[in-house]
């Protein structure tokens, strides 16, 4: 090699041997090459060695039972051959036993925390974490189980998984029952589902008590029944001493105080009546206008020629019918009663309803389609010769003497009245519907209300003003029910809007027929007294400590009363 190599410089060198020089250079990058291959494989070669040594595990030191030669399976096969079963076996049962034990303890130390009746909950606990203690304790078991380290006994491992289970199965129960006591999710939402059920029997037991009550408020009571049914039979048994009389000049006379009563309850109308006439100075200036229907204008002529009005006062008795311009080709609310949507509303299953809308059943009672109920709309055509008359409704009581009203002066007005509304109450938005753009355009829904009940009417300013066309254009228009619920005051706060006076409240007290916190001294310094309301003092469920206000106008003397035992 060295001298070929030798030979080849000095080929080259000569410039004579130019193939020589070619070869000789060939082979030295021959050679170069493979020594560089060679010198990265034995890197690559040092490198991954060193990568091997060191990641490698060490080996551990064998078992000094075990043989120091063969494979690892062989060394796990003889290890578990070595080892007892039982022992893992007792491992397992020990720490399920130890897992319920601290379980229990974590219960008691909570149930610790509770400022409840926990007592027995926590002994239960205590007695629980306690056994497990004693279980490991009991004869046989630690030198047979824990200390020995021979084979364990089958039989006494046995008797201990027994136990154990036992302990736990206990265990498990306990704290499935308790834990409703422990976990305030649970108990919340218990209470929440408790809370929901009890106003549900709630909503429920009002809305069937509020049926019952409005069923109590508008049936006919016995008694009233039996009063209108004697009257008329004394009618019937002594024709001879009802004959119809000749009206009264008094009747038209408008230098008289006149009152216009509206009812179809013969005890109230008399009540009325009799406590007016009783508190007034003058009682042979005083005419009273009863309108009745067909039903019960017998019975009604019938009292007041019994009993007929003291101190020279006038009572005329008249039925609907006898005014023939109460027609449905004049009045819209007649017309609305033939329409058979409106007696689908009334006549449908109101009990059935009272359910899904509680609030509208007392407008369903076919009294708000009664034209007896809608008269007071028509007071200047029902009494063409008066310029003043007082509206009274058959639920008051009168105090005092009322004459003072007719010498108010009611500045043009219409309608002198005592208003109702205080802070945001009774108010007009309480009564018309002012979502419908026609109400919320013509009226203020912060108006503030008034009552019917006591009213007295200028009706020269009513003609004037022509009020009951007014009256008459609104009630088309409420055909749908969509401005207001059927009822008198809503379409009574429409058509006499700015047309009202405000009275002194001392006039006229009203609630007395639903609240029971009325003052005393507001009572007894009141004109009149009203029980608006459900609980009217001639029913049971009248409040007592306003009944008596009532009851001391009742006429006890006459026996057709005593008959029909109002009062007891």
Known sequence: MAVAVRGSRGASGNGG?????????????????????????SLLFIATLSVILTNHPSTPHPHPSLPSTGNAYAHRTFLALKSDPRKTRL???HKQANDHMTLVNAYAAFARKLKLDTSRQLRMFDDLAKNFTDLTMKPNYPSSLFKGDGPLDEDVL??????????????????????ESYDNQLKIQKLKDTIFAVNELLNKAKKNGAFASLIAAKSVPKSLHCLAMRLVGERISHPEKYVEEAPKPEFEDPSLFHYAIFSDNVIAVSVVVMSAI?????????????????????????????????G????????????????????????????????????????ENT??????????HPKYLSMLNHLRFYLPEMFPKLHKILLLDDDVVVQKDLTGLWKIELDGKVNGAVETCFGSFHRYAQYLNFSHPLIKQKFNSKACAWAFGMNIFDLDAWRREKCTEQYHYWQNLNEDLTLWKDDTLPPGLITFYSTTKS?????HVHGLGYNPSISMDEISNAAVIHYNGKMKPWLDIAMNQYKNLWTKYVDNDMEFVQMCNFGL
């Open 278 to 310: 009783k508190n007034a100075e003058e009682p042979w200036k005083h005419v009273f206008h009863v309108v009745t229907d067909r039903m019960n204008v017998a019975a009604m002529k019938v009292w007041f020629r019994m009993r007929p009005a003291e």
């Open 503 to 507: 009275l002194d409240k001392s006039w």
């Open 355 to 364: 359910t899904k809308e509680l609030g509208n059943m007392k407008f369903r």
């Open 17 to 41: 041997g130019g193939v020589g020089g070619i070869n000789s250079s060939i082979l030295r990058s021959f050679f170069s090459y493979r020594i560089f291959v060679s010198a990265m494989f």
């Open 91 to 93: 491992d397992l049962i």
């Open 158 to 179: 046995r008797q201990f998984e027994k136990e154990v289970k036992e302990r736990v199965k206990i265990t498990r129960t306990i704290i499935a029952e308790s834990k």
């Open 312 to 351: 020279g006062a006038h009572v005329e008795v008249k039925a609907v019918e006898d005014y023939r311009f109460l027609n449905s080709s004049y009045v819209p609310l007649l017309r609305q009663i033939e329409n058979i949507n409106m007696q689908k509303f009334y006549s449908e299953d109101h009990a």
